[in-house]
């Protein structure tokens, strides 16, 4: 081989090096916010997520993970958020997951307001709550709540940290949710208590809260609980059974009621107050 192409090939080898290292640094230059998907076996589909990686994102070190209900809506919106509580080093880099709700309406037919209005119930509402469908034209939807639960602790959990090479453990994994997504996630918390470490559960509709089991030998995962005071009163009696429940088994709650009714800027703020702690650089 003689001398030019000796150069040529090392050349072209340090301007490919230099490229691929000069994307990953491009990349890496500022947070990354966008969609993906993966397939779930327990709910025969595709089902989205949101995903935000801090900027300087390095899959060879561990994050804090959030994980988080209706990703396809402005509730999980929170890259700029993050961005400024990162960029301003009032909170420790950390990586927001969202799985997206099912919007297709799945019961059209069942269900009404007071003013005899009906309600277009989606296949959100059956996953996040687990209404217990009898009739033979709702066989779809008898196992919707199990078959979801199961996607998001044994396929979407496992897929996240796979993915981006991290292996937390249960108390660097945190959750998020409002409305029927808190009362999924105090399902959750009930349910799988050793998955996830810390629960941020917003005006908490659903999730059986006093008709669940409780074991008195179990240790609960740390729980952040809001709820307004113009909201519907069946949500500060939950709120007051789980203190009392919590207290008794000796785990972890700050329950507090904001003076408002179902109110994003609330859980907003909420989120915000609870996010500054938990994540705050030492």
């Excluded at 089902?47 to 561990?62: A, C, D, E, T, W």
Aim: with cysteine.
């Amino acid at each position: 081989m003689s001398i030019k192409t000796v150069v040529f090939v090392v050349g072209c080898t340090l301007l490919l090096t230099f490229s691929c290292n000069s994307k990953l640094d491009k990349g890496n230059a500022t947070s990354q916010f966008f969609t993906d998907s993966i397939y779930s076996t327990h709910l025969s589909e595709y089902r989205k997520h949101i995903v935000y990686l801090p900027k300087g994102f390095n899959p060879s070190k561990q994050y804090p993970i959030m994980y988080a209900t209706d990703g396809n809506s402005h509730l999980t919106q929170k890259k700029h958020l993050l961005d400024s509580l990162i960029e301003h080093q009032i909170i420790k880099p950390l990586i927001f997951v969202a799985s997206f709700s099912n919007s297709k309406i799945a019961d059209s037919t069942s269900t009404t307001t007071g003013d005899g209005n009906k309600v277009y119930l989606t296949y959100r509402n059956f996953e996040y709550i687990d209404r217990h469908p009898s009739r033979e034209e709702d066989s779809l939807l008898v196992h919707r709540f199990k078959n979801h639960k199961a996607y998001f602790v044994e396929e979407f959990i496992p897929e996240i940290e796979s993915k981006y090479l991290q292996k937390p453990k249960k108390d660097n994994r945190y959750f998020y949710g409002v409305s029927n997504g808190a009362g999924f996630g105090v399902s959750l918390l009930n349910s799988h208590p050793n998955t996830i470490g810390t629960y941020l559960c917003f005006s908490t509709f659903g999730g059986d809260i006093q008709s669940n089991n409780w074991n008195s030998n179990m240790q609960y995962p740390n729980l952040y609980l809001r709820y307004g005071s113009e909201e519907p009163f069946f949500l500060k009696e939950d709120a007051e059974f789980i203190k009392a429940k919590y207290a008794t088994l000796k785990a972890f709650a700050e329950i507090q009621e904001f003076e408002s009714g179902h109110d994003n800027r609330l859980w907003n703020e909420a989120f915000i107050d609870v996010v500054n702690r938990l994540f705050a650089l030492e």
